[in-house]
C-alpha cells in the first residue's frame, strides 16, 4: 500500500509539472484555433436570441466559450464560424449576413478582441495581449452559386469558408450525403480559384473524398481542415483518410484536429454520427429555429460512452506521423457540439491537451507549430498567392 502510494505521488507530481510547463509554453505562443460556433450559440441563446449584449462573455454564459475560460485555455486567435445550416434550404444570403453581423458585433463588444482579417493583424493582437478574432464561413451554399456573393462576404472579413456543411451543392459533394458529382464541378473548380485570387483559405472539413481531391489538385494555395480529425483512428466521413494526409505537404495544407468526441473515439461515433445523420434528414426544409430545435431534441436523447484527451492526442501523432508536423493545428469546435473529452468540456481546456503531449516527449518546437503557427504559415501563403495572382 505504502509503495502504491509513493507511486501515485511520483505521477501527480509528473502531471503537475507537465502542466506547468504547458501554460507557461501557451503564454509565450500563438494558440489558434479554427473553429468555434459562439455566434451560432449567441443566435440560438433560448433567453436573449441573438442578443449579443444578453450573452454578455464577462460572466457566466450556457455555452462552452466565454473571456474568462479563454484566458483560462490561453486562445490567442480565434477563427469564429460564422456558420449557417444548408438543411434550411433558402434564404442563405440573407442568414449569412445575419451571422457575420452577430459575429463583427461580438468582436467590436470586447476590449479583449481585436477584428482580424491577416496575418499581420493577429501577431499584432497577441503583442497587445488580445485575441485576434478572424471570421470563418462554414458551408458554401452561403455564395447561392456567385461569386460575387463570395467576393462580398470577404470584403466583410471572412477568412475562410468550408466548400460544404452537410449538404450537397450543385458545385462541390458534401461527406454528409452520397455525391452526385464526383468532386468539384467546373463552378466548383471557379470559386476554389477565387478564394486563391481574394486570400480566402479553402477549408475541407465536412466535404466529401472527391471534394478534397479536386481541391487539392485545383487550388494554388495551402487548403486547411478547420475542426477534422483522422479517420484511419475514427473511421467517419468528416474525418481526413491517410490518402489525403500525404498530400498535405505538397500543398502546404493543415489539418485542424477537432475534439468532438464523435470524431475522435469509435464507440462514440457509433452512436453519434448517425444521430447527426437523422438531424440532417429531419431538417431538411425547416427554418432555422425548427433545425436547430430538431438538432437539440436528438443529440439530448444520447447516451454515450466517455472519451479521454489521449484520444485527441493520439489523432495528432497520427496525423504528425503521415503528413508531417507542420501539418497539424487545433480547430476544437466548441459551441458546436455538446460531446468532449473529459476534461476538455470548454475553451479553458487547451493546456491540458498540451500537457498530455508533453509527457510523450512533445518538444516545445513542434508544439509551437502545433499551437498556430502551421495555421498561420497557410493564412500568410494564401496572401502572397492572393498578391501574386492579382499582379497578373
Known amino acids: 500500500m505504502l509503495a502504491f502510494a509513493a507511486v501515485n505521488t511520483v505521477a501527480h507530481a509528473d502531471e503537475d509539472k507537465a502542466l506547468t510547463h504547458a501554460r507557461q509554453l501557451l503564454k509565450k505562443v500563438i494558440l489558434v484555433d479554427g473553429h468555434n460556433d459562439l455566434p451560432w ?72 478582441f481585436r477584428f482580424a482579417t491577416t496575418v499581420e493583424e493577429v501577431r499584432a493582437a497577441h503583442r497587445e495581449g488580445r485575441i485576434a478574432s478572424l471570421l470563418g464561413m462554414e458551408g458554401g451554399h452561403a455564395i447561392e452559386n456567385s461569386l460575387g456573393a463570395l467576393r462580398a462576404y470577404y470584403d466583410l472579413g471572412v477568412r475562410y469558408m468550408t466548400l460544404t456543411h452537410n449538404v450537397n451543392l450543385d458545385w462541390a459533394d458534401s461527406a454528409a450525403q452520397p455525391a452526385r458529382h464526383g468532386g468539384l464541378t467546373r463552378f466548383g473548380e471557379e470559386v476554389v480559384l477565387e478564394m486563391n485570387r481574394l486570400g480566402m483559405l479553402i477549408d475541407l472539413s465536412h466535404v466529401s473524398d472527391g471534394t478534397m481531391d479536386d481541391a487539392l489538385r485545383v487550388s494554388k494555395a495551402p ?127 487547451y493546456p491540458l491537451l498540451f500537457a498530455e503531449l508533453i509527457r510523450r516527449g512533445w518538444s516545445d518546437e513542434d508544439l509551437t507549430l502545433l499551437a498556430g503557427e502551421n495555421v498561420l504559415r497557410a493564412l500568410a501563403q494564401a496572401e502572397d498567392v492572393s498578391r501574386r495572382l492579382n499582379k497578373k
Request: hydrophobic share 40%; charged share 25%.
Open 223 to 349: 487548403v486547411i481542415f478547420s475542426h477534422s480529425s483522422a479517420r484511419a483512428l475514427c473511421d467517419v466521413p468528416r474525418n481526413v483518410p491517410d490518402s489525403i494526409l500525404k498530400r498535405l505537404p505538397e500543398n502546404g495544407g493543415v489539418v485542424m484536429v477537432t475534439f468532438v468526441a464523435g470524431f475522435i473515439d469509435p464507440e462514440v461515433a457509433k452512436i453519434q454520427v448517425p444521430a447527426m445523420a437523422e438531424i440532417g434528414r429531419r431538417a431538411q426544409g425547416k427554418s432555422v429555429e425548427e433545425a436547430n430545435r430538431i438538432a437539440e431534441e436528438v443529440m439530448g436523447k444520447l447516451k454515450l460512452p466517455k472519451t479521454s484527451i489521449a484520444k485527441v492526442a493520439d489523432h495528432i501523432e497520427h496525423i504528425r506521423k503521415v503528413a508531417g508536423v507542420k501539418h497539424i493545428g487545433l480547430g476544437g469546435d466548441y459551441d458546436g457540439n455538446s460531446d468532449w473529452p473529459v476534461g476538455m468540456e470548454d475553451v479553458s481546456s
Open 41 to 112: 450559440a449567441i443566435r440560438t441563446d433560448k433567453q436573449a436570441p441573438g442578443d449579443v449584449a444578453a450573452y454578455d462573455l464577462n460572466g457566466a454564459v450556457p455555452g462552452q466559450t466565454d473571456l474568462k475560460r479563454l484566458e483560462q485555455g490561453s486562445v490567442g486567435a480565434q477563427f469564429w464560424s460564422v456558420y449557417i445550416p444548408g438543411e434550411i434550404g433558402t434564404g442563405f444570403a440573407r442568414t449569412q449576413l445575419e451571422q457575420i453581423d452577430i459575429a463583427r458585433r461580438m468582436i467590436e463588444r470586447y476590449p479583449k
